[in-house]
């Protein structure tokens, strides 16, 4: 066999192995491939499409132009409501939340006895179903009966409306966001129980006091998951939904009789933009609106996102870098 | 390559897809009459009612009746079913053969499309003489001349009081205007603590049966202009309903009322503040007086029409009617004997007697009334002759539903606990508001 | 500062030593009754909702804090005033096979992404991410408006159907978990005469069993809890709701019988309770991974 087919055979042989691996590659991704065009693109350029229609599923979309967009900027009462209210719980909750998974995490990581106990207690409420924790809390603060308002008046307290009033409602969410932190809070663990010991003491050594030592070496160290962590709680505060629906419809009783929703109880401060999106698209089914209102969803979770991402880089340091 | 490929496939298969099934055929209603039904076929229909608990079993029971009349026809009937869940269904296609609402607020949103069918046709082919039907019934079940429900049993609504209250607090006879209402809840509250162990009478919009409609009549505010428009802003009505909602409202503590509201108990429960003499008086529907005969029997209350306002004396002895409504959603598998069904509750005396008896409800085929009349309680003759009254009226009937009303009482909530700003002001913008709302429910954008 | 290793136990004066001993008991106390406190609070409203199941009706709108009579029977009540049993049919129905699915789409996608080199890899990656960080709202109107044209809204079926096709975040993990495998084991196997599948399915499969058992029990309980999803898609047939709907319904249907519903409210947290406890390692590791891997 000469060399030059020799050459051939194996340039074949290859080309068939690469054959073979591109159809592998392709079976391997094929179910993704289709979720992410028919679950995921399709529908992004659809709810654009849709955005500039008038369209509840009756009869075929009818184009609108930019009508939807004008009545969404200008006209529409509820929903800079819902904008600020998605806005207050980004600037609220997240911060919350993460300063406080961060802080019982390191309160944790210096328990030398019971800490898988304690690790079990603190994560038990975010087991619980979004659905059964928002119920029992909504049963605790009723202003009237509830034990929460109940053992206060024992100390002669006169408890608040918790989320029955329209500017403690959103502040009671954040306690019950508080109270199923639990995920947030086993990441931040690890995170902190690995931090390198040996950087630990020789800051130690070198007479920095636990202020100090958390910010220059802890802190650093755990940037990626407080990174997750903000990323993370943005997101669930932009499709912040299940709590306030049931929230607002146990808080307000079952007026069973009208079919009048509670969204947005009380006095809308609850009506945060998920919410407000529900009801335009399944409760007035206004889908082209609804699909308007999507778009400006999307951009403003790519531009929070990646904000966030961007800014990152200042801040973060990742393992085996340095500064 | 291949990955691209398949992406594509997907995209372009999803494309042909929604456009192949683009739209239902033909959104506008064929008058056409619905087949008369075949009484050799046996079928099961589906009707879907808001009813639950104890309500529902006495429908069941007024149903068996149906179906005793008409033997090949089984009824399945499904309670706790609201408007937003039949819309739904019509919207998916998965519908019932009949629905029922409570309401009437949703009448557009249900013949402008053809969600529901045209009952029209149907109506005169079987002579059926719709000024059997009072006049505000007429005209909450249908839309542009389009009937496409049919009324089954009316709410009116009035005041109820503690006959037992009123003799403590030296009070002889129910308010009959405004003022003579304010000044006997401030009689009748008795405060414990820093709440109260009784509250005479809350107007807290959005609390049980407080709502911008149901005080519309008594306050003679009407909902829209004669060109259609929101009359929210023009009204006086509407401005003396806010106003007196508020005094009130500040009279208790906007607080220690929601305080209060919130421990009082579910509207529809045996502890309802009013059954558990937590609350003096109450505006409430006909139908409390067959709760409370079946739940707190032992309770001394008296009814009346709600009071007018003050100078608008000539208003009293009316009050606001709203009622079920009752109809068959498009792509019903079986329309004949679903228009069995829906007439049968809705024309034929007997069951709208047994209706009207069971349910506390107010008949909405005049015939009926007679006989419902001779054996009512007093507490609910009020009830009759509130419906009957001229003065009588209900909430127009328009294309965003109920998304105007609750627009409206979504500023009232604001200004009743002193968040809503200048009153003029409020009401104007949610004058505009209700504009810009039925627009884009015509399928507009904006005006 | 000079390095100079003094031994620790000359001339600290007593009066500092003693004040800095002084200083870490009070940090300590100061600690402890914080983890106390934080203890109780995420711990006494699983307590009154106990309390409060077993209350009669009548008690439970009142201010009382503890039952007295104790009614347990409102556990068994529970399932006579609803049909528990078939929401939580539907519940594990929608559950099962959309982890099922899950697995079967994701495990083979996150392979290709991790293992094997290929034109487009990083473009898939970063449309995996993406798809990862948008909120679940921005997709949901025009694929309502597909299951409805396919009319298969009012069951679960729209629920499970997209997680045959893959599932971002579940990529996104197994593909970091897969990853740390070291390609050594892979590449023994390729020796072998293995082909990818194969390697996949013998090799990466069993090494990767707590990352796969981690997603497997993250999907299922993300399901068993989803709210929204079946809100959505299954509201108007009573027959097809979860179990979270149910709840969510029950007060509704009742009028606010609040012992039966709290009662209500701990059966459905139980099983995930339960789950937990017997599988606490492979939680713990599991959401440990999705944070440090993230």
New interface residues.
């Given amino acids: 066999m000469s060399a030059a087919v020799a050459a051939d055979t194996r340039a074949r042989a290859r080309t068939r192995a690469q054959w073979r691996r591109r159809r592998t590659v392709a079976l391997l991704m094929a179910p993704w491939a289709i979720g992410f065009s028919v679950f995921f693109a399709y529908p992004l350029l659809a709810s654009f499409y849709y955005s500039f229609t008038h369209y509840d599923l009756l009869s075929p979309p009818t184009w609108l132009g930019l009508a939807n967009y004008e009545y969404l900027f200008k006209t529409d009462p509820q929903l800079w409501t819902a904008v600020k209210n998605t806005l207050w719980l980004i600037a609220v909750m997240v911060p919350a939340q993460v300063l406080f998974a961060m802080g019982v995490a390191l309160l944790l990581s210096r328990a030398r006895r019971g800490a898988g106990a304690l690790r079990t207690i603190f994560y038990l409420p975010a087991l619980a179903p979004i659905v059964a924790a928002t119920l029992g809390f909504a049963y605790l603060f009723n202003p009237a009966n509830g034990p929460v308002n109940t053992i206060l008046s024992w100390f002669g307290i006169e408890g608040p409306l918790w989320l029955n009033g329209a500017s403690t409602a959103k502040p009671t969410l954040v306690l019950l966001g508080l109270w199923s932190v639990g995920n947030l809070l086993i990441i931040f663990l690890a995170a902190v129980l690995d931090v390198p010991t040996t950087l630990l003491e020789s800051a130690e050594l070198d007479g920095a006091g636990a202020f100090r030592r958390f910010f220059h070496v802890t802190l650093p160290s755990i940037s990626p998951v407080l990174l997750f962590a903000i990323v993370i709680g943005v997101i669930d505060a932009l499709q912040y939904f299940t709590q306030a629906y049931v929230a607002a419809g146990v808080a307000q009783g079952g007026q069973a009789g009208e079919s009048a929703k509670a969204l947005g109880y009380p006095e809308g401060a609850t009506l945060f933009y998920p919410i407000y999106l529900y009801e335009q698209a399944f409760g007035r089914f206004n889908m082209g609106y609804a699909s308007a209102m999507t778009v400006v969803m999307l951009i403003v979770a790519l531009a929070l996102t990646g904000l966030i991402l961007r800014n990152s880089r200042r801040w973060v340091y990742y393992q085996g870098e340095t500064r | 390559m291949t990955l691209r490929a398949t992406a594509a496939i997907g995209l372009v298969a999803s494309a042909i897809a929604i456009a192949g099934c683009g739209g239902s055929s033909s959104g506008s209603s064929s008058a056409e009459a619905i087949p008369k039904l075949n009484t050799a076929e046996k079928v099961t229909i589906n009707y879907w009612v808001p009813f639950t608990g104890s309500e529902l079993g006495l429908v069941r029971k007024v149903v068996t009746g149906f179906e005793k009349a008409n033997p090949n026809v089984k009824v399945n009937v499904v309670g706790n079913i609201n408007d937003e869940k039949i819309i739904a269904a019509a919207h998916s296609g998965n519908v019932p053969d009949a629905a029922l609402s409570f309401t009437a607020d949703n009448t557009a949103v249900f013949c402008k499309d053809g969600t529901f069918l045209n009952l029209g046709p149907t109506i005169s082919r079987e002579g059926i003489d719709v000024n059997n039907f009072p006049p505000s019934q007429r005209a909450y079940t249908e839309y542009k001349g389009n009937r496409c429900v049919l009324p089954a049993m009316a709410d009116t609504y009035g005041l109820y009081y503690n006959k037992a209250m009123f003799a403590k607090a030296g009070i002889t006879a129910p308010p009959k205007t405004i003022s003579e209402l304010t000044e006997d809840a401030k009689k009748l509250t008795v405060r414990s603590g820093n709440g109260f162990s009784v509250v005479g009478y809350t107007p807290y919009i959005g609390f049980y049966e407080n709502s911008a409609a149901h005080y519309g009549p008594t306050f003679g505010a009407k909902w829209q202009t004669s060109e259609g428009k929101s009359a929210i802003a023009s009204e006086p009505g509407w401005t003396e309903l806010a106003e007196w909602d508020k005094h009130l409202v500040d009279y208790y503590g906007s607080n220690a009322l929601v305080r209060f509201q919130a421990g009082a108990g579910e509207e529809f429960s045996g502890s309802n503040a009013f059954m558990t003499g937590k609350l003096a008086m109450n505006i409430d529907g006909e139908w409390r007086t067959a709760l409370i005969k079946s739940e707190a029997p032992k309770l001394q209350y008296g009814t009346a029409p709600l009071p007018a306002a003050d100078g608008k004396s000539e208003l009293y002895g009316g009050g606001y009617t709203t009622g079920n409504i009752t109809g068959i959603p498009k792509g019903a598998k079986h329309p004949a004997a679903a228009w069995k069904l829906i007439s049968y509750l809705a024309t034929n005396t007997q069951a709208e007697v047994e209706l009207a008896n069971d349910l506390g409800n107010v008949p909405t085929w005049i015939p009926a009334r007679e006989q419902v009349q001779r054996t009512a309680s007093p507490q609910f003759q009020t009830f009759l002759s509130v419906f009957h009254n001229p003065h009588t009226t209900t909430t127009p009937v328009v294309p965003s539903g109920e998304a105007s009303q609750k627009t409206f009482e979504n500023y009232l909530e604001k200004y009743q606990t002193g968040n809503g700003g200048e009153l003029k002001k409020g009401l104007e913008g949610v004058a505009s508001q209700i504009n810009a709302l039925e627009a884009q429910a015509t399928g507009g954008g904006v005006p | 500062?000079a390095?100079t290793a003094t031994a620790p136990s000359v001339a600290r004066p007593r009066s500092i030593r003693s004040r800095q001993t002084r200083r870490s008991l009070l940090m300590s106390i100061a600690?402890h009754s914080?983890?106390i406190v934080?203890?109780v609070?995420?711990?006494a409203?699983?307590v009154?909702?106990l309390l409060?199941a077993m209350m009669t009706n009548?008690q439970a709108?009142?201010?009382d804090?503890w039952p007295s009579p104790f009614v347990p029977s409102n556990f068994v009540k529970v399932f006579e005033e609803a049909p528990i049993a078939s929401y939580a049919l539907n519940s594990f129905t929608y559950a099962s096979l959309a982890t099922v699915g899950l697995l079967?789409?994701?495990i083979?996608?996150a392979?290709?992404l991790a293992v094997?080199k290929?034109?487009?890899r990083g473009v898939?990656m970063v449309?995996?991410l993406v798809?990862m960080?948008?909120?679940?709202?921005?997709?949901?109107?025009?694929?309502?408006?597909?299951?409805?044209?396919l009319?298969l809204?009012?069951s679960v079926a729209p629920l499970i159907i997209?997680n045959?096709?893959?599932d971002a975040f579940s990529?996104f993990l197994l593909r970091q978990f897969f990853l740390t495998i070291p390609s050594e084991y892979g590449d023994a196997a390729r020796v072998d005469g293995c082909?990818?599948?194969r390697v996949?399915t013998s090799v990466y499969l069993r090494l990767a069993k707590p990352a796969i058992a981690a997603v497997a029990l993250f999907s299922f309980?993300y399901c068993?809890?989803d709210?929204?999803g079946p809100?959505?898609y299954t509201?108007?047939?009573?027959a097809n709701w979860t179990?979270?709907i149910g709840?969510?319904?029950f007060?509704?249907?009742?009028?606010?019988?609040?012992n039966l519903?709290?009662a209500a409210?701990?059966l459905?947290?139980a099983p995930?309770?339960a789950v937990?406890f017997a599988a606490?390692k492979v939680?713990?590791e599991g959401?440990?991974l999705?944070?440090?891997k993230?």
């Fill in positions: 500062m390095a600690e914080l983890l934080l203890v609070c995420f711990l409203p699983f009154f909702i409060t009548h709108l009142s201010s804090l079967l789409s994701s083979p996608a392979y290709a094997l290929w034109r487009g898939v449309c995996v798809a960080m948008l909120p679940e709202q921005v997709t949901i109107i025009p694929v309502y408006v597909l299951f409805s044209k009319h809204v009012g997209p045959w096709f893959g990529i082909g990818e599948l996949l309980f068993w809890n709210f929204f809100l959505i509201s108007e047939n009573p179990l979270s709840l969510s319904q007060r509704a249907l009742h009028q606010v019988e609040w519903t709290m409210t701990l459905f947290m995930v309770m937990f606490q939680f713990i959401v440990t999705t944070g440090v993230g």
